[in-house]
Structure formats: structure tokens, C-alpha cells
């Protein structure tokens, strides 16, 4: 199976390939970066609309170039899925990330992929962006049934299989975690994305007090981003400033993920989201699982940040558990949850 995934939900115009019988990923990404401030949704709505047809036309020389050496698209009595690929398409479908994420972000991918799909009447394919956070995990590990940590920047959650969906087990409250390490960065001034900025700060720092806020499975962080820049601005110095929030933030996710371990019984964690490209979050995590003697894996950093990989592979998944969406179903949905989304794929693994 082939897949073109695009995802553009927030920051990063990005469009891939999934070739499934090679496990070949190829990813083609556009970052939008703020010139101040964060994320302008009607800015990163227009580099969305610059970047995305670049992106998308790239991935596709790609795919048409490598058509050749892959297999021949089956064409059979019409029954089978494997027959939709036409002779002259090399993709077999398209997938896009159909939310959650920012409106006008989300409204520009949706609107190529259906264009895509209609151009190369191939099928189209909906994925929800947080579940291919924690699937890119599941296939890059072979997990079985994880829990999944997903740190990314708008979410944060703890999902875990069961009956047919990823059920949310707990989430913040309030920010999503990356999101909340930027309002800190942006209040001390440091340019946009912030949570690399206060890793590097953090190596030199000491501990102060700040918040802890975790309630059975959920938790908080507004609180302690309040206290972080009050702190600042009373002259703490950042690096300690840095040093203690990576430390009480990444140590409540940590705590959660135990608890959720704890409460399924799984043995197997995966983290999706791009905070999880942070060593010390990584580090936490890697303890707590070997004092348990759970497995721990986390994706190479190219499949935790925001990437059509991760849209394509899931994609593939959906696609061959007959899960293509028609053009009137498919509407993007900034809220869209990963609890909504029927698991249907894992029965057609198992097979
Ligand atoms: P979502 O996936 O929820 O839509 P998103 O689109 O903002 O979120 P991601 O790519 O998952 O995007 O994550 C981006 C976030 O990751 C930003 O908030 C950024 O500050 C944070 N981040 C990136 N690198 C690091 C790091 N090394 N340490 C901590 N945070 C990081």
C-alpha cells in the first residue's frame, strides 16, 4: 500500500509517502515560524497555503518516481480495496489530518487532500492527529497495546486501548504541555518555539519551588506557569527557573503515566508529541518504566514533532481496514478527540 499523508494542523506544512511493503517513511516538512510572539492562527493559516502545495508536489515526484520499483497497482473485479489505485496514479490513497488543530490550518489540508483524491481518483482517508501521535509509536516499537504519553504542543493526554477505541485515561486541564512551556518563554522573551530554548537553559540550573498540580489522572499547568514567570520577574535566575519547571512538569506527566501503567496493566509505553523530543522528559520516563520493568520507546525525533509520516502510516493502517472517508464526511473538526475515533485497524493487524 502507498500513502500520501498531509498534515498541517498547526505549525508544520508537511506531506509524506508510506510505502508499506518497503516500511519506507519519506517526509517532505515546511516549518512556519513566528516572527514574534507564538502561533498567529491567520499567519500559519497563510504559510499552510504557501507551503502545503510545495510540499505536497514534492512527495509526489517522489511517489511517481519510485512508482516503477513498486508494486504493480492490483486491479482485480472491483471488490477488493486494493483495486482502487489507479493504473496511473502512484499512490493509493490520500490521508490528511482532519483535526484536532487550529480551523483555518486544518481547512487548507482538507481542501488539497480532496483535491488530491478527486485529481488522482484515489480514495480519501480522515486521521485524527493525536491518535497517529501514539500510533507512529505503536508501529515504530511493535507494541502491542501501550499506553500511550502524548506531549505535544496544543494536547496533552494519556490514551490506552480498550473495546474499539483509545480512551483518553487523563489530560491537562488547562494548556497543552509544549504550548504551556511557550507562554513561559514567550513572557522572558525567547523567540518561538520555546521548549528546546529552556532544555538548553535548564543543563546549568538549581531547584526552586514551584507548583505541583496532579489530580488522580489529570493535571495542570497553569499554575505553575504563572509561578515560573512571577519568578522571573522577581529576578530568579532563568536557568533555574528553566531547570525547575522541566523538572516538576516532566515528573507529573511521569507520575500519570505510571499511574496509568498501574491501572492497566500494561507494560509497554509509548510517548508521541514533540516535547517528547525532550532528553530529560525521555529520561524520566526510560526510569520509571525499568523500575517496573515495563518497556519505554520513544520515536526518533522526525516522527514525534508534528509530520505527514505519522498521517500516512496511520493512514495505511485505516486504509486497509477499509476506513476511507467519502467527500461529504470529510469536514475538518478542531476539536476532534481521539476518544471519538472507531479503532478499527487493530482487529484487520490481528488478522
Ligand atoms: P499538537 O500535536 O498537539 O497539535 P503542535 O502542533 O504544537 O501540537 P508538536 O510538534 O507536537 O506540535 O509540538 C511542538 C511543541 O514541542 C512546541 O510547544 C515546542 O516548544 C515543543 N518542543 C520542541 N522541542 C522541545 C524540547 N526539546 N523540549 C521541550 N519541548 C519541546
Same mark, same amino acid.
Given at each position: ?26 517526509? @517532505? ?21 504557501? $507551503? ?43 490521508? +490528511? ?8 490550518? !486544518? ?10 483524491? @478527486?485529481? !488522482? ?62 507562554? +513561559? ?52 535566575? !532563568? ?21 496509568? !501503567? ?14 517528547? @523530543? ?17 518497556? +519505554? ?14 498521517? $500516512? ?26 476518544? @471519538? ?11
Amino acid at each position: 500500500t502507498r500513502i500520501l499523508g498531509i498534515e498541517g494542523t498547526a505549525w508544520a506544512a508537511s506531506a509524506a509517502l508510506y510505502d508499506s511493503e518497503s516500511d519506507d517513511v519519506y517526509i @517532505q516538512s515546511d516549518a512556519y515560524e513566528p516572527d514574534s510572539g507564538g502561533i498567529h492562527p491567520r499567519e500559519a493559516a497563510e504559510h499552510m497555503h504557501e $507551503a502545503i502545495p510545495r510540499v505536497v508536489a514534492d512527495v509526489l515526484e517522489h511517489a511517481r518516481e519510485t512508482a516503477d520499483s513498486a508494486s504493480e497497482p492490483r486491479v482485480t473485479d472491483g471488490s477488493d480495496r486494493s483495486s482502487s489505485r489507479q493504473r496511473d496514479s502512484p499512490i493509493d490513497a490520500v490521508a +490528511f489530518s482532519q483535526g484536532p488543530g487550529l480551523g483555518p490550518c !486544518l481547512r487548507i489540508v482538507g481542501t488539497a487532500a480532496r483535491t488530491l483524491s @478527486q485529481t !488522482l481518483s484515489v480514495p480519501l482517508v480522515g486521521v485524527n492527529h493525536m491518535v497517529a501521535h501514539l500510533e507512529i509509536g505503536r508501529h515504530t516499537a511493535e507494541f502491542d497495546s501501550p499506553v500511550c504519553l502524548n506531549a505535544s504542543g496544543a494536547n496533552a493526554h494519556l490514551l490506552a486501548y480498550r473495546n474499539g477505541r483509545y480512551r483518553v485515561l487523563g489530560e491537562t486541564m488547562d494548556t497543552g504541555v509544549g504550548n504551556a512551556i511557550d507562554k +513561559f518563554t514567550r513572557h522572558v522573551g525567547w523567540s518561538h518555539p520555546g521548549g528546546p530554548k529552556v532544555e538548553q537553559a535548564a543543563t546549568d540550573g538549581e531547584y526552586v519551588d514551584l507548583p505541583y498540580v496532579v489530580k488522580g489522572m489529570d493535571f495542570s499547568f497553569s499554575g505553575i506557569m504563572s509561578a515560573a514567570k512571577q519568578a522571573s520577574d522577581d529576578g530568579t535566575p !532563568l536557568e533555574d527557573v528553566c531547570f525547575s519547571l522541566q523538572e516538576n512538569v516532566f515528573a507529573m506527566l511521569t507520575e500519570v503515566s505510571e499511574r496509568a !501503567l498501574s491501572l492497566t496493566g500494561s507494560d509497554e509505553l509509548v510517548l508521541g508529541g514533540g516535547v517528547g @523530543q525532550n532528553a530529560r522528559l525521555r529520561e524520566m520516563l526510560e526510569d520509571m518504566c525499568d523500575q517496573r520493568g515495563a518497556d +519505554f520507546h520513544a520515536p526518533k525525533p522526525r516522527f514525534l514533532r508534528d509530520n505527514a509520516g505519522m498521517i $500516512a502510516v496511520l493512514g495505511a493502517k485505516m486504509y486497509n481496514a477499509g476506513e476511507t472517508i467519502a467527500l461529504e464526511d470529510s469536514r475538518v473538526d478542531p476539536n476532534y478527540r481521539p476518544d @471519538q475515533v472507531p479503532v478499527t485497524w487493530r482487529s484487520a493487524e490481528s488478522e
